[in-house]
């Protein structure tokens, strides 16, 4: 009997390991073909004689969607993989379920359908959890990273492209091409959002590991660190960089994709240093790789560059045939339904995410009750290592009660701290408009009462007394505006963008009214949140300060059209703009109009007040 029992036990062991033989031999030779695509076809019809289960056919499916990839055929690949995942055995070989939601998240992504290409990556994420793979479970999301970029959509993009990051690093055995393209999505995510010294940090990372890793995978890296420098007009910096990732192309067996953003970016370089004779031939050579890669993001690039080059030329119709192609494409990529199907999606995934995680949670709340359960009845058979435990568990139970009794009380002294810092800052905002009204409505008041005084002692004829008590008369009615506006914040602990407006609304149409000639619009950006709260300080003084650029414009510029613009930078700042088209004046002596007292306004709540102007072009002021 023992005799037997052994036999099945070797037969089966030699089976198994036949089996892992075969597989792994069919996956040897069927990626032969990564090196001689040309050959791919008989590699493989030769590999159909040596299926032998529904895992070689995943296998063989797989390959066969490899070797469409590999020629560019990216529709039919796309159908391809999407077979093959019905076949790949998911336990023998979870690497190729991986890599085929990656090769479809690619292929969707390049041809712009970012949606689709998020699905898979979604797909992807959940099927890398479940094989407890963590080098694919980052890869995924730097896969999402790189969509959210080309959407446009830089804060998502650097948000997955560091849980990549995260979840690489804190697995040991991380591949270190994947922690580079980790990098490398949230660099591209900071460069095209225009802050360049993050991008280049994250590049510069990818670098530092260069001697582990291999230069043709991370050819990219030399690119986009011109790509940056370009950016930042260091043309001669940045063609040293692109020139290294061109040669890297050539040398990797010139792919699509890479070459259309060299030639590309080699040409904006010679164009930008009035090279257009050289710009035009790399162009031309961009226009065959963006062709063949069939990236929507490249010919993006590709037509606005075009656009550029003879904007710069000055042949306006060929530029604004270009300008209307890139703007058609990009209106593609940016329709309104698909951009909330990218939301639904992604909601759904962080559904499915935390339902995952609760059903974690309740299979491991199950298996611990069970073990409980099961000690409890063993515990009954031992009446003093019960005692034991049961004096144990209340000195537990009194220790947490008294940690947790003494955690609300730290959360309450907390909370009173910060309702005093609260307060303590609110009470600051009134002390410093009480002393901005004393300083500023009190010596106003002492100057009309001064004026009125001379008055009395004054020799003045009839008509030099009109005009002395016009003048006052208006200056008092200066002073009670601002009188206004300073009761307007005081009696606000904040205002809102959309209180501010208000009081620009009404500023614009007391100014309409006294000057019908002019025209006066006021501007709101639509990316400008309407109940975004600034503090009463700073809601004064940006109104004060547009107040007296209105009036400077109005005296002073002699201008047919003013406007107001509020734009929002972030989450909590905004920027206020003046523009007129009137005479303008010399920026070398730009301290008269009241320039001096709104620079001081926007030093006072932190903010900066640029000033351009040219005479005859018109004046446009800015606090940002």
């Known amino acids: 009997m023992l005799f037997r029992f052994s036999l099945v036990l070797i037969i089966l062991f030699f089976s198994f390991m036949t089996t892992f033989s075969q597989e792994s031999d069919l996956k040897t030779y069927l990626g032969k073909m990564y090196t001689q695509v040309d050959s791919s076809d008989y590699f493989l019809e030769t590999a159909k004689s040596r299926l032998k289960s529904q895992a070689d056919s995943g ?11 590999l020629r560019l055929q990216n ?52 099927h890398a959890r479940s094989s407890l793979d963590s080098n694919y479970l980052g890869y995924h999301h730097l896969d999402i990273a790189v969509i959210y970029h080309d959407m446009e959509d830089y804060v998502q993009g650097i948000d997955y492209g560091k849980r990549a990051l995260q979840i ?15 990098l490398n999505s949230i660099a591209i995510n900071f460069d095209d959002w225009n802050k360049p010294d993050s991008a280049l940090f994250y590049h510069y990372q990818i670098l530092e590991d260069l001697e582990i890793l291999d230069s043709l995978r991370v050819i990219f890296t030399f690119n986009n660190i011109g790509n940056t420098l370009l950016k930042q007009k260091k043309f001669e910096e940045s063609r040293k960089w692109i020139e290294i990732a061109l040669g890297l192309n050539r040398k990797g067996g010139s792919p699509a994709y890479g070459l259309a953003t060299n030639f590309t970016n080699l040409a904006t ?21 963006v062709k063949k890669s069939e990236s929507v993001e490249k010919k993006r690039d590709y037509l606005y560059e075009e656009f550029q080059y003879f904007k710069k030329l000055g042949e306006s119709a060929k530029a604004i045939s270009f300008l209307e192609e890139y703007a058609a494409l990009k209106d593609s990529i940016f329709k309104e339904e698909r951009v909330k199907l990218m939301g639904e999606l992604e909601t759904r995934y962080e559904v ?28 009954l058979l031992l009446l003093l290592a019960l005692l034991i435990i049961l004096g144990s568990s209340f000195f537990i139970y009194y220790r947490q009660k008294n940690k947790n009794l003494q955690l609300e009380q730290e959360a309450k002294l907390q909370a009173i701290y910060a309702e005093q810092e609260t307060q303590k800052k609110l009470a600051e905002q009134r002390n410093r408009i009480s002393s901005d009204l004393h300083d500023n409505i009190g010596a106003q008041l002492t100057f009309i009462v001064s004026s009125l005084n001379q008055l009395k002692f004054g020799n003045l004829t009839k008509d030099q007394l009109g005009e002395k008590i016009d003048r006052i008369s208006s200056f008092t009615v200066d002073t009670v505006n601002e009188l206004r506006d300073t009761i307007w914040a005081m009696n606000k602990d904040a205002i809102s963008v959309e209180d501010l407006q208000l009081r620009l609304a009404g500023l614009i ?30 809601g004064v003084n940006l109104y004060r300060i547009a107040q007296e650029a209105l009036n400077n414009a109005i005296k002073h510029a002699e201008a047919g059209k003013i406007e107001i613009f509020i734009t929002q930078e972030n989450e909590a700042d905004i920027c206020l703009s003046v523009m007129d088209n009137g005479k303008g004046f010399d920026e070398k002596n730009p301290d008269g109009n009241g320039m001096n007292t709104m620079r001081t306004r926007a030093e006072r709540i932190g903010k900066e007040l640029k000033i351009d102007s040219q005479e005859g072009s018109g004046t446009f002021i800015s606090v940002c």
Do not use: M
């Not at 370089?269 to 790789?289: M, T, V």
């Open 509 to 538: 149409q007391k100014a309409q009214e006294s000057c019908p000639q002019i025209q006066f619009e006021l501007k709101i950006d639509e990316g400008v949140t309407p109940q975004l709260h600034l503090n009463s300080l700073e």
């Open 168 to 182: 690489l690093n804190s697995y040991t055995k991380a591949n270190p091409t994947y922690k580079a393209f980790a």
């Open 59 to 69: 296998i063989y499916f797989y390959f066969l969607a490899e070797s469409k990839n």
């Open 352 to 379: 499915e995410t935390k339902e995952l995680e609760l059903a974690q949670s309740r299979a491991a709340l199950a298996e611990n009750e069970l073990i409980v359960k099961n000690r409890n009845n063993q515990l």
């Open 75 to 126: 529709q039919e690949a796309i159908r391809a993989f999407n077979h093959a995942l019905q076949f790949i055995d998911s336990k023998q070989n979870p690497e190729l379920i991986s890599l085929s939601y990656i090769r479809l998240t690619r292929i969707s992504k390049n041809t712009g359908q970012f949606e689709q290409a998020l699905d898979f990556s979604q797909k992807g994420i959940q």
């Open 269 to 289: 370089i010679a164009y930008n240093l009035g090279n257009f004779k050289e710009s035009r031939q790399w162009l031309d050579s961009a226009a065959i790789y």
